[in-house]
């Protein structure tokens, strides 16, 4: 097949996957709509001294006052049309697309930091206990990834700031404001996820290495690294890929609480007060913008294992 019918297969690909998660975002905004509102309480129940006069003023200025159904379809025509995430019932005079747009670099920030984390640990690990098994760099590595597995956010987080913020006073024990900040918050959330990347690299390397053609490459003489980083890596990385998608999934959702924890003005924090105020629409909005991103990251994780591996194809 010529070399200009590969684009036509990935556009035919991605515009499949993106027909596909159509009917899943709608789902996603559906049950979250109803499941906010059958929720006990609302956005404004918990304002001190708001007489019931009020409270309807309140509720017919932002459309509480209409059936649900009609609410439902309202916020979906806005959405679908103009791409109106609706005002923020906890933020006067503040759209919940500002404050996305505020606060959604914070949270792309951690993520990108994290995620690098947990590949440059995890990658090293494993590559260096796959080149060494049954020894101490083998056993060392996993002993490793076994702890952070076992180790959840809300657990290690507390325990990086005990250790290295109060007790040895080299970081800051929260907070959002210089390079210094972002080390904390990073391990603690690419840390757990460098754990299940150093297993998976060590057994994808393992089974490449003791392939014919690794033996045969070594055989004529080609240098140990030519043959890690030529011969291996590709195929090796391959399980590495595959996870990367329920990674970033992860990391997304884990922001949540590494967030809360070192107090970083991110959307995850902000997802998480927007809950207990049942602010509904900065709820919704956090909600879609955090699906969308997983499905795009999985399609880009699909595409690469194409790359990856010859042998799969743009079905």
Known sequence: MPQSGVPLFMLRFISTRILQAIPVLFVIITMTFFMLRFVPGGPFTAEKAVTPEVLRNLEAHYGLDKPLYQQYFDYLGKLVLHGDLGPSFKYPNRTVNEIIAQKLPVSLELGVLSLLVALAIGLTLGVIASLRPNTWLDYLPSSVAMVGICLPTFVLGPILVLIFAILLGWFNASGWYGPIDRVLPAITLGGVYAAYITRLTRGGMREILSQDFIRTARAK????????????????????????????????????????????????????????????TLVLGTVILYASLIIVFNLLVDVIQVWLNPKLKFE
């Open 221 to 280: 003489g080609v240098s140990e690294v030519r043959v890690i980083l030529k011969h291996s890596l590709k195929g090796g990385l391959l399980p590495v890929v595959s996870f990367l998608g329920p990674a970033v999934a992860g990391i997304i959702s884990g922001s949540f609480v590494v967030e809360t924890i070192f107090q970083i003005p991110g959307l995850g924090r902000e997802f998480v007060n927007s809950a207990f105020n049942r602010d509904y």
